[in-house]
């Protein structure tokens, strides 16, 4: 099968194509540095600069995963504005090069978020539940999936990723909170009681590769753990698997002044559950928190 992925580069760009070269499936990434690209994914494996390049070679999938890091700095005008063009611009680009093939791919799979649902509050969240608000997030993730759908049109399954909060020893949001964990700084943020949907790295590979040879996939999909944990229980259970007190808080007010508009991201969350994926007989390896971070403990 030949796949051709964007954001193939990134954190689970990066082990889909380790992945996959195992399979024996032929890999092209689409990148703004593409000499990076056999050194990062695998020599195998192409970097294009420009989708033009693979002129009418057939392509029997895409992996659209390419998006700026959402929570890296606060959402500035500039930074909303380069959020939306790493992910709807880029999309709309994806889509304009398939209406000018002849042969078409019979798969995209497409990121997108449980953002897509805004702040849950204590909802449940499956994949029928509407969005329970919109902010930025949701704006972007709900503007993505419905980019993304536009190329049903042209004959092409649409299959949204809806991920949850990646866990990963070599990169990711877990990255981000080692240094004050193991400085004994972490802690709950706000009141430590909004739902994390998280999921562990080899769960994410595992059921994009499940939702890509299963002919009957379509629409979205919750990639998330399905059992969700509070922040405090998650603040809680890290500090325990680092050996290190999770006591120290990090209040509401300060995330407001210090990020804006960012901290709804942080001090909100979502209750999501993995409904279809179950359906589909998708078994996940990990399903509970402290069993997944002490897999991923020693490389911490």
């Not at 070679?57 to 380069?82: F, S, Y």
């Not at 949001?173 to 700084?185: G, T």
Request: hydrophobic letters at 45%; glycine letters at 10%.
């Amino acid at each position: 099968m030949h796949i051709l992925l964007t954001g193939g580069t990134g954190l689970m760009g990066r082990q889909l194509c380790r992945h996959w070269l195992t399979q024996g499936h032929q890999l092209t990434v689409w990148s703004r540095r593409p000499a990076e690209v056999p050194k990062l994914c695998g020599t195998q494996v192409r970097g294009i600069a420009r989708l033009d390049e693979l002129a009418e070679e057939p392509v029997d999938a895409i992996i659209n995963l390419a998006g700026a890091p959402i929570a890296d700095r606060p959402w500035t005008h500039k930074r909303k504005a380069l959020l939306w063009s790493s992910r709807i611009t880029l999309t709309e680009k994806l889509l304009a090069w398939l209406e000018s093939r002849g042969q078409k791919p019979g798969l995209l799979i497409s990121g997108s978020a449980v953002g897509w649902y805004g702040d849950g509050g204590e909802r449940e969240l499956n994949e029928d539940s509407p969005p329970v608000s919109e902010d930025f997030a949701s704006q972007l993730c709900i503007a993505w999936e419905e980019t993304a759908q536009r190329a049903e049109a042209m004959g092409v399954r649409v299959v949204l990723i809806r991920t949850g909060l990646v866990l990963a020893a070599e990169g990711g949001f877990l990255s981000r909170l080692l240094l004050p964990f193991k400085l004994a700084l972490g802690g709950p943020i706000g009141n430590g009681r909004q739902w994390m949907p998280w999921i562990h790295i080899k769960d994410q590979i595992a059921l994009i590769d499940f939702l890509l040879h299963r002919s009957d996939a379509s629409g979205p999909y919750n990639a998330c753990a399905p059992k969700p944990v509070r922040n405090r229980e998650f603040a809680k259970t890290l500090g325990s698997v680092l050996h290190r007190p999770a006591i120290v808080p990090v209040p509401a007010f300060v995330l407001r002044v210090g990020l804006g508009e960012l901290s709804l991201l942080l001090l909100g969350g979502q209750r999501a559950v993995p409904a279809r994926l179950q359906a589909a007989g998708f078994t996940f390896q990990f399903t509970d928190l402290r069993a997944a971070l002490d897999d991923l403990s020693s490389r911490l």
